[in-house]
């Protein structure tokens, strides 16, 4: 079993940047690939970015297009954390937004490929 607990959401202007973290809890936390998705009201989930687990040639990052060149995500497996690093945000980045797990460890970009999810953060951007 897995938990995830997001964190450092919160209210920014437009242009700002934020960070969030996820902390995870169990002993193959490497093994796991690690998501960000997000979810707006009225919308479905959607990915945002994923590391996959080190054995998958050493932790590779995907981003959404949306996100691409704003969004870092990154972990460190010591401390059995999962950042995402936004900069550059824009109104249509409000949503809350979700850590998950994926037992799998590649590059999933599907909610149903995640096994874990933590209770979300919110983030809201004003213009």
């Known amino acids: 079993q897995v938990q995830l607990a997001e964190s450092g959401g919160g209210l920014v202007q437009a242009g700002g940047s934020l960070r969030l973290s996820c902390a995870a809890s169990?002993?193959?936390?490497?093994?796991?690939?690690m998501g960000w998705f997000r979810q707006a009201p009225g919308r479905e989930r959607e990915f945002v970015a994923v590391?996959?687990?080190?054995?998958?040639?050493?932790?590779?990052?995907y981003y959404a297009d949306s996100v691409k060149g704003r969004f870092t995500i990154s972990r460190d497996n010591a401390k059995k954390m999962v950042y995402l690093q936004m900069n550059s945000l824009k109104p249509e980045d409000t949503a809350v937004y979700y850590c998950?797990?994926?037992?799998?460890?590649?590059?999933?970009?599907?909610?149903?490929?995640?096994?874990?999810w933590g209770q979300g953060t919110q983030v809201t951007v004003s213009s």
């Open positions: 998950a797990a994926g037992v799998r460890g590649g590059t999933s970009r599907a909610v149903y490929e995640y096994d874990y």
């Open positions: 169990g002993r193959t936390f490497s093994s796991y690939a």
């Open positions: 590391i996959t687990a080190i054995s998958w040639n050493g932790g590779r990052t």
